[in-house]
């Protein structure tokens, strides 16, 4: 099951007014890419990951929304709760792309082509988004099905047509082809699936490896053995941000690792689990990128403690001006917070650091993001898709 140009669907759920229209969800300036697009965009030759401005060069009519991670979340969540409804069985790829096994659900809700109707209509019903669905015996079939069946579509492929579906498909079509594979493919002449197929097993090993050879010769007679596997829940979250222009200096970069460390708290706090890893990620101007990691002596979901972690490991790089692109902060190790034990520290305040999030978790609720945040962050304002910009240059560790 694939949902239909998520983000900018949900987009369009919540502005009504842009229905039927090119709208694009993604950063604007130099550096903002798109995320998503909806048809009527993508018409124009808009596509994920495209630069923003070629495709409002291709599509000037657009309409350019920053998005909501948080909010394409909740939905995705409730679509896959709606799917574990269905089958216990079911594998997220994504946020807006899952495996459902239904083997077992025939006798309650029909053949395949019925469940995928239903899955579809109870999708539309709940969420007012539409999702494409493609049946099939395999994962790797079911996946091709449901992109040839976008947007809003239902195709079925029976084990007696599975040829007839595939080998008329380009070899970019198979799982693991990508660029370069794909140029050394064409070059011995094999543009189709089942020109693929017909070639002996060897002399694909010999092309493109032992390994890459055999897969691409059982895909191409729609052999994939691999069974749905429920997914385990979240073992880390977290939070990035890429700056509109290199940033150097650390009072900025403190600053982000501190928005990002409350951003990665409150999802912690939300799902109830606890963070026994801090780790921090950084990318430099040259796309070069690191990460440090800290195990803390008591899990935590506590916004001041991820950013003092963070903020430790980020100075212990002993940067000197480098030009930096991108931030992450990343809570890992969770466990469950009812059942982990919270150690008391002696002479600690009766209310701590932790009353004080979970009383700005209450107030985000009822009056917004961003309603309660630390100080430091008063003058830090967000310019949509180029980045955090600072104007408060005022140093000192954040209360």
């Known amino acids: 099951v694939d949902m239909d140009a998520f983000f900018a669907s949900v987009e369009v759920r919540r ?21 998503s697009a909806t048809y009527e965009a993508r018409r124009y030759g808009v596509h994920s990951a495209m630069p923003t ?35 216990p069985l079911v594998e997220p790829l994504s946020l807006d792309e899952a495996f459902l096994d239904v083997s077992g ?21 709940e969420q007012g988004i539409t999702c494409s669905v493609g049946v ?54 094999l543009r189709t699936v089942g020109d693929l197929a017909h070639v002996p097993a060897r002399t694909l090993q010999r092309a493109v490896g032992q390994a890459a050879g055999s897969h691409l010769h059982e895909l191409a007679w729609g052999r994939d053995p691999r069974r749905v596997v429920p997914d385990e829940p979240d073992r880390s979250t977290g939070a990035e941000e890429t700056f509109g222009t290199d940033v150097d200096d650390p009072q ?36 070069t990128t690191i990460t440090r990691s800290r195990t803390l002596k008591v899990p935590t979901d506590v916004g001041q403690e991820l950013y003092d972690t ?51 978790d209450r107030a985000a609720r009822r009056f917004g993001a961003g309603a309660v945040r630390p100080a430091t962050l008063l003058g830090r304002r967000q310019v949509p898709g180029a980045g955090p910009v600072a104007r408060d240059p005022s140093p000192g560790t954040p209360r």
């Open 15 to 35: 502005h009504p007014e842009l229905a039927g229209t090119p709208v694009i969800v993604g950063g604007v300036g130099n550096r903002g890419v798109v995320t």
């Open 53 to 87: 401005s070629r495709a409002l060069r291709l599509c000037p009519t657009a309409t350019v929304l920053p998005g909501d991670l948080d909010l394409y979340t909740e939905v995705s969540r409730s679509v896959m709760a709606l799917f574990r409804s269905l089958t």
């Open 105 to 125: 659900s025939g006798r309650r809700l029909g053949d395949p082509v019925a469940i995928g109707e239903y899955i579809r209509a109870r999708v539309y019903d």
């Open 136 to 189: 099939a015996g395999s994962k790797f079939v079911a996946k091709l099905a449901s992109t040839r069946a976008k947007p809003d579509g239902l195709l079925v492929v029976p084990p007696a047509e599975v040829m007839d579906f595939l080998h008329p498909l380009p070899v970019g079509a198979l799982w693991g082809v990508g660029p370069k594979t794909e140029e050394v493919l064409l070059r011995l002449g």
């Open 252 to 287: 900025v970069i403190h600053r982000e690792l501190l928005h990002l460390a409350e951003r990665t708290a409150g999802r912690l706090r939300s799902t109830g689990h606890l963070a026994r890893t801090v780790t921090v990620k950084i990318r430099f101007a040259d796309f």
């Open 310 to 360: 963070a903020r430790t490991l980020f100075d212990a790089l002993g940067l000197d001006r480098a030009r930096i692109r991108l931030v992450e902060v990343r809570a890992e190790g969770l466990v469950e917070a009812e059942a982990t034990a919270r150690q008391l520290e002696l002479g600690a305040r009766e209310h701590g650091r932790r009353d004080a999030e979970l009383a700005a």
